[in-house]
């Protein structure tokens, strides 16, 4: 009798190692499960952040394409308008019309076009951040540059934001392109300057 509670004993302590030990194995796999549902969550919702981020980057360029065509119609519309002066000596009023689209420089108030580029770099993701706030430096010196030549480059610029958000063309080249429109303005002023003299 006291062989078979021996035997009986020793098996039911196995039995029980056992279900103790698949236990903790089934325990381990449903943690492991759980962590890599959790990671798979995190990760999901940080491609959707990523997503939502872009999406509004990219809203934020197309309005500042919309607000770069609006302000060059502003600046045809502008250029366009005679252009009047006081005599202060007897107060009469002269109208000059048209402007010469060669030498006018500057054109009408540009507040929307520089509060939207603005935004745009506000909302422009690490990717589109360096192309952003070149856009935002350019487009702040246009207002030194000949009227006609602004109207000119506004159509370029947005052909060419197009051309950066379908791979077109690459951030360098179009940064570079930016620069050198700077550089342009710039040449402007100084013949400008020396004209003046």
């Not at 798979?40 to 980057?57: C, K, Y």
């Not at 002066?85 to 108030?109: A, H, M, Y």
């Not at 856009?135 to 030194?144: D, I, M, P």
């Amino acid at each position: 009798m006291d062989v078979m509670l021996v035997v009986i004993g020793s098996v039911v302590l196995k039995s029980t190692e056992l279900e103790l030990g698949d236990a903790l194995l089934n325990a381990g796999v449903v943690l492991l499960a759980a962590l890599i549902g959790v990671a798979g969550l995190l990760l999901a919702n940080q491609v959707e952040q990523w997503r939502r981020q872009q999406a509004e980057s990219d809203l934020a360029f197309v309005h500042l394409m919309h607000a770069i065509g609006a302000h060059a119609l502003r600046c045809e519309a502008w250029l366009s308008e005679p252009s009047y002066s006081r005599n202060l000596q007897d107060g009469s009023i002269t109208s000059v019309f048209p402007k010469d689209r060669n030498t006018t420089f500057g054109g009408p108030i540009d507040v929307e076009l520089q509060t939207t580029v603005d935004i745009a770099v506000l909302e422009a993701t690490k990717r589109d951040r360096a192309v952003a706030l070149q856009l935002a430096e350019t487009l702040f010196h246009f207002k030194r540059a000949r009227t006609a030549w602004q109207i000119g480059r506004f159509g370029e610029i947005v052909g060419d934001i197009r051309k950066w958000k379908t791979g077109d063309m690459s951030e360098r080249d179009f940064v570079d392109k930016l620069r050198g429109m700077q550089l342009a303005i710039q040449a402007q002023e100084e013949t400008f300057a020396r004209a003046g003299s």
